[in-house]
Structures are given as C-alpha cells and as structure tokens.
C-alpha cells in the first residue's frame, strides 16, 4: 500500500475526511452523475506520478515494436501479419483499408499493479476508447473541502484526458478548417442506443474545452464534394467509435471507403483508423514473447518486454504461425502450468471468452484450448493484482478491491488514468459486465509523498 493510501484511509476512518459516494456525486455535472454516478468507487486512487509516467514511457515503446513487426517479421505484409495472430480475414480486409503501417500513437493499457510495478494486460490502440471523460470524478473530488484540504498538502495533481483529446481534435482539424472544428463521434449502424450513456458523457467532457461533439451512425453520414457530412453539417473530423466487427456488409464497406476517401482528399480528417486494431489485438502482444521473434529484438526492446508485458503466447494455431510439434509443446506448457495462465480471445471486451486455468478442470482446460486453435486466442500468465483497500462505510471495515488501471498515452506521454475495481469475492473479471465493478479517478503524487504536517 502506497503511503497516500494509508494517509487517506487514516483519515477516512478518524472522520478527519468523510467522503462517500453520495458526497461526490452531489458535485458532478448533471450527464455524467447519471450514466456513472451510481457505479463509484468509495475513494480516489493515487500512485507516484513517476511511477505512471515511466509506465507510459514503456507503453510508447511496445507500441513502437508492435507497430514495427509488420515490416521486421513479415515483410511489410499486414495481411500475413494478422494471419500470424489468427485474426478473422474478413476484418482484416476492412483493418487495412486505408492503412500506412504506422498508425498514430493514441491508445489505452489496461493493466495491473502487482505490487511492484505495472504489468500491461492488453493495448487498446484506437479512437474508440472509454474512460476518457473520467476526470469530472477528479474535479468533484476537489469541490469537497475536506478532499481539497488533503489534496493540497500532498500536492496531488491529475491529467485530464478529454483536455488531451480535445486539443488532439484541434490540430488534427488544422489543415481543413480555420476555425472551431465541427467534429462528429461516429458509431457503426445500431451501436447508440447500447452505449448512448457513454456518449453523452463524452459530449459533455469535450464541450468543456470548446468541441460541441455531434454524434451519429455510419449510416448517417453523408458527403458533399468529397466532404462528409452528418444531419446536412460538413464535419471536419470524424471521431471514430464504430469498430470493424461491426461493419458487417458491402453496404457498411462502401460507407468505409469513403470515409478513408474523405480523409485522404484532406476533406474530412479520420481520427485515428481501423488498422489499429492489428496491434490492439491481445495476439501482438503474444508475438513478442514467441522465440524467433524474441530473438530479433535489441537488448532494450526485450527489456522493455520484460519489464512491462507479462508472458503471452498465441495459441491460435491453425490461422497462424504457430503448428505442428510447435502448438503441443506450447499445449503441454499451458496443461502444466494451468493455474497461473489465464486463456483470451485476441480481441474480446468486457471479459467474453475468458478462461481463468484455476477456476477450471485440466479436462475443461485441455477442451478449450483445443477449441480455440482456429481462432483468435493467446495465453497470458497470470498477474496478481496488489490489493486496494477501501473502507466501507456502512462497517468501518477496509476492504481489499483488485484494480484494473486503465493508462492512456498519446505522443505527448502520459495522458491520463482511471480505474475499475472489483472485490475478490465478486469474481476475476474486472469490467462493468460484472455488477460488482466499480469505477474511479487517479490522482498523482510527487514521490516521495509529501509528509502530513497536521498528523
């Protein structure tokens, strides 16, 4: 436990700050009180800023060798690239419309704390990212006396990361308008309505910083002169939020293409393409620890690999690189080794399709990972998150939560963090597909912290 925890949760328990969450939500804004409100965690998570900045630093550069494996391994090839993860051809098709190779950095680790330092579980690398908007919980916490009094005397600060996208927003519109920027989030056909509590949120954060978001659905675009268009509005950015999966026909294809179209007329700038879903999937991730690939990076890039990723393997087989004597020496390794290893779809969201080894059977174990040769699958070792306690106000009672972080970076660095948490007994996936998440803010603190001069 970090020493700003300890003070917090002393004082917590003395009353010297009272904080639940009522008392913050009583001081978000109206939009985002009501689509998060009532999924708050009872405190605030704090971590050296070092810390989390040197974490970011290393986001950069495994995002650097992921997007550099293309042209190292296969020659250029993104195609035969995603066959080595197992990836379905039919999105990768849509993936490289458009692609260069080198998307732009923009993305989000969600990854653990075990105690020691941060373990990357899986990239996101893309527009369509939530939890940018998290800091309203920063500001509420702030508008509370007791919580300000303390956040001064430790010198807590955070990154607002929709100010961060906002000002990416800004420069991307530059060559296309002089002024304010119309931009448009834009959700594949029929995406709304699940996620409209997100959006909004959203729509509130970016209109802090001046963007009037507009939102609508691929089907919704139209286009004049090469420029798209949403409700009859030019946009001069399109923020996309609809992800490959959900472009399902030639109609959505089409749509696609000319939205890539839009962006290289410099009519309609696309913030941020499909293509980084190649290096978003969990199977980049696997690739860096395979042996022929392993053996070709600099000293400093296994480093880095080591320090940040733990051990992940590809083990969709049949689509991919990995066959023969190779997969059932791979297979043994996972059958022996079932109680640390965790089984993930490459792409998946919210914990679908994940296999915790010791929650199962060595029969049901050695089934999955039969069924799962074709497709789109890694092992990953397990990693141990570091306890979190918060007190429970209803016992007085510090309880122990498991946080999943989830660390924005762009190509300024760190951009910024927030976090889902989940008592142990609620199960072993973190998301908010599981009732018992919870989610909160991240404020940073110079280390070493600050000495409480009032204790």
Same mark, same amino acid.
């Given at each position: 436990?970090n020493p700003?925890t300890?003070? +917090?949760?002393? #004082?917590? *328990?003395?009353? &010297?700050?009272? $904080?639940?969450g009522?008392?913050v939500?009583d001081? %978000?804004?109206p939009?985002?009180?009501?689509?998060?409100?009532a999924?708050?965690l009872?405190?605030p998570?704090?971590v050296?800023a070092d810390e989390?900045?040197?974490?970011?630093?290393?986001?950069t550069k495994?995002?650097?060798?992921?997007?550099s494996m293309?042209e190292?391994? +296969?020659?250029? #090839?993104? *195609?035969?690239? &995603?066959?080595? $993860?197992?990836?379905?051809?039919g999105?990768?098709? %849509?993936?490289?419309i458009?692609?260069t190779g080198?998307p732009?950095?923009y993305?989000?680790?969600?990854?653990?704390?075990?105690?020691?330092?941060f373990?990357?579980?899986?990239?996101?690398?893309g527009?369509?990212?939530?939890g940018?908007?998290?800091?309203q919980?920063n500001?509420a916490?702030?508008?509370?006396?007791q919580?300000r009094?303390?956040?001064?005397r430790?010198?807590l600060?955070f990154t607002?990361?929709a100010e961060?996208v906002?000002?990416a927003?800004r420069?991307?519109?530059?060559?296309?308008?002089?002024?304010?920027p119309?931009?448009?989030?834009?959700?594949?056909?029929?995406?709304?309505?699940?996620?409209?509590?997100?959006f909004v949120?959203?729509?509130e954060?970016?209109?802090?910083y001046?963007?009037?978001?507009?939102?609508?659905?691929?089907?919704?675009?139209?286009?004049?002169?090469?420029?798209?268009?949403?409700d009859g509005?030019?946009?001069?950015?399109?923020?996309?939020?609809y992800?490959s999966?959900q472009?399902?026909g030639?109609?959505?294809r089409?749509?696609?293409?000319?939205?890539?179209a839009a962006?290289a007329?410099?009519k309609?700038?696309l913030f941020h393409?499909?293509?980084?879903?190649?290096?978003?999937s969990k199977?980049?991730?696997?690739?860096?620890?395979?042996?022929?690939?392993?053996?070709?990076l600099t000293?400093?890039?296994?480093?880095v690999?080591?320090?940040a990723?733990?051990?992940?393997r590809?083990i969709s087989?049949?689509?991919g690189?990995?066959?023969?004597?190779?997969?059932?020496?791979?297979?043994?390794?996972?059958?022996?080794h079932?109680?640390?290893?965790v089984?993930k779809?490459?792409i998946?969201?919210?914990g679908?399709?994940v296999v915790?080894?010791?929650?199962v059977?060595?029969?049901?174990?050695?089934?999955?990972?039969a069924?799962v040769?074709?497709?789109?699958?890694?092992v990953q070792q397990?990693?141990?998150p570091a306890?979190e306690?918060?007190?429970n106000h209803?016992?007085?009672?510090?309880?122990?939560?498991?946080?999943?972080?989830?660390?924005?970076?762009?190509e300024?660095?760190?951009?910024?963090?927030f976090?889902?948490a989940?008592?142990?007994?609620?199960?072993?996936?973190?998301s908010?597909s599981n009732?018992?998440?919870?989610?909160?803010?991240v404020f940073t603190?110079?280390e070493?912290?600050t000495?409480?001069v009032?204790?």
């Amino acid at each position: 436990m970090n020493p700003l925890t300890s003070r +917090f949760n002393e #004082d917590s *328990r003395s009353g &010297a700050i009272r $904080l639940h969450g009522k008392t913050v939500r009583d001081h %978000l804004p109206p939009v985002y009180s009501d689509s998060y409100g009532a999924l708050l965690l009872d405190r605030p998570l704090f971590v050296p800023a070092d810390e989390v900045a040197r974490f970011a630093d290393d986001l950069t550069k495994v995002f650097a060798i992921l997007t550099s494996m293309p042209e190292r391994y +296969f020659d250029g #090839d993104l *195609r035969r690239y &995603a066959a080595g $993860l197992g990836m379905d051809p039919g999105l990768v098709d %849509l993936m490289v419309i458009g692609a260069t190779g080198r998307p732009p950095l923009y993305a989000r680790a969600d990854a653990y704390h075990d105690g020691a330092s941060f373990k990357l579980l899986e990239l996101n690398v893309g527009s369509e990212l939530g939890g940018i908007d998290t800091a309203q919980v920063n500001r509420a916490y702030l508008a509370v006396d007791q919580f300000r009094s303390f956040a001064e005397r430790h010198r807590l600060g955070f990154t607002d990361t929709a100010e961060r996208v906002a000002a990416a927003l800004r420069r991307a519109a530059e060559p296309v308008t002089g002024g304010d920027p119309v931009v448009a989030l834009i959700e594949g056909r029929d995406g709304l309505a699940e996620h409209a509590h997100v959006f909004v949120a959203i729509q509130e954060a970016l209109r802090r910083y001046g963007i009037d978001l507009m939102v609508g659905e691929i089907d919704q675009l139209g286009s004049v002169n090469g420029k798209l268009t949403l409700d009859g509005r030019p946009l001069d950015v399109l923020l996309r939020y609809y992800a490959s999966g959900q472009l399902v026909g030639p109609a959505d294809r089409a749509r696609l293409e000319r939205i890539v179209a839009a962006d290289a007329a410099g009519k309609t700038v696309l913030f941020h393409p499909l293509e980084g879903a190649l290096f978003a999937s969990k199977g980049s991730l696997g690739m860096l620890h395979e042996p022929r690939v392993r053996a070709l990076l600099t000293r400093d890039e296994r480093a880095v690999v080591d320090r940040a990723v733990p051990w992940t393997r590809v083990i969709s087989g049949a689509a991919g690189s990995l066959t023969g004597a190779d997969w059932y020496d791979l297979v043994a390794h996972c059958r022996e080794h079932r109680e640390s290893l965790v089984l993930k779809p490459g792409i998946g969201y919210g914990g679908v399709g994940v296999v915790v080894g010791r929650e199962v059977t060595d029969r049901v174990w050695l089934d999955r990972l039969a069924e799962v040769r074709p497709l789109d699958h890694v092992v990953q070792q397990v990693v141990a998150p570091a306890a979190e306690p918060v007190l429970n106000h209803a016992t007085g009672v510090l309880e122990d939560w498991h946080a999943n972080w989830g660390v924005f970076v762009d190509e300024a660095g760190y951009g910024g963090a927030f976090v889902r948490a989940l008592r142990g007994r609620d199960g072993s996936v973190i998301s908010y597909s599981n009732p018992g998440t919870r989610g909160t803010c991240v404020f940073t603190y110079p280390e070493p912290a600050t000495p409480d001069v009032t204790s």
